[in-house]
């Protein structure tokens, strides 16, 4: 990597090699002239780019329930409907003699029920009086428990036939968009054909492909700056919804989403580009780039003191235009050395020409 305080490292080391061929030099008889920076302590942040699509996060398929002829078509591609609309209907008439089957047994078996009770009951009476046995008394009980029985399952066949009418009216399950129609009037359907697709366009899911090298700064809860081709000038703020644990095969990226709700015309299958807030940092301490140089004992920068530099191991952070974060060994406020760094040794005397200039 090329770096401008790089061309300080040779700089540096030829000095040192003069300096100690010329002991009279680190004596302090000549000062180098240096400018000053005070380091700043500011906020950094970065921003991860990246061009993904939008969808829909809601997009269900409605299929028939139940089978039967379609007798009508209630909604047509384009056309906005909400949950509960009517979309299609389907014959109705086998449903409707279906429940009234039903509804015909379980009043069959009330009757029955009825009438054994009362069979019952004169047995009970008859069996304190010693005219009638115990188990003519059993059996009615049994036959009882058993009308019981069958009323019950009676009583479930006809909600069935209730639910098997009541579907014959396809409804839509959610609020939407009708994107496709699948079926026409006459049509003969069966029980899980597709009739229609609906896009909830309210609420919208960014993916956004990184590539896997940032792996390890990605994570659910991060900021999102979103904005979409459709609308340039608005911009939606969210947050990281998911991550798509598995890298892409295709493209070694690994999947961003984000799960947002619609500020006005986005529409599902737009693309859109998006930022992620992969750093933040508050009261970072920076310099400029060429107050860091190298030297033997690692990177260092030159604080100046009473005229003397003294050489200050650190340890970088992130890499800015034209100036670098040091993560440890200085803090704000501190002057150091920026133009002349590169000329320096540990304990040299400065001259400072001209104040330093400030942080971004």
Known sequence: MNRPWRC??????ALVLVLTARPEAAAGEHRVPVTVV??????IERWEPA?????AVTSPTVAAEVGGRVVGVEAEVGDRIGAGELLARIDAEDYRLAKAAAEAEVQRLEALLK???????????L?????????????????????????????????????????????????GRIDERMVSVGDYVQVGA???AITRVERLRARLPYPESLAGRLRRGLPVRLQSPMEPERRVEARVTELRPRIQP?????EVLVDVDNPGSWEPGASVTGQVRTLHREHAVVVPEQAVVRRPAGTVVYVVQEGVAHQRIVQLGEWLPGWIEIR?????????????????????????????????
């Open 250 to 254: 295709g493209n070694r990226a690994i």
């Open 115 to 125: 009438a054994q009770r009362l069979q019952v009951g004169r047995l009970r009476s």
């Open 328 to 360: 440890q060994g200085l803090r704000a406020g501190e002057p150091v050395v920026a133009d002349g760094a590169g000329f320096l040794t540990d304990g040299a005397p400065v001259e400072v020409q001209e104040p330093g200039r400030d942080a971004p």
């Open 38 to 43: 005070h380091a700043r302590a500011q906020l």
């Open 51 to 55: 061009v993904g699509e939008l969808e």
């Open 194 to 196: 597709p009739l229609f």
């Open 8 to 13: 300080g490292v040779v700089a540096g080391l």
């Open 127 to 175: 069996v304190r009086g010693r005219s009638a046995s115990q188990s003519d008394l059993d059996d009615a009980q049994a036959q009882l428990d058993a009308l019981r029985a069958q009323l019950l399952g009676a009583r479930v066949k006809l909600q069935q036939a209730e639910r098997d009418l009541a579907r014959t009216r396809v409804a839509s399950p959610v609020d």
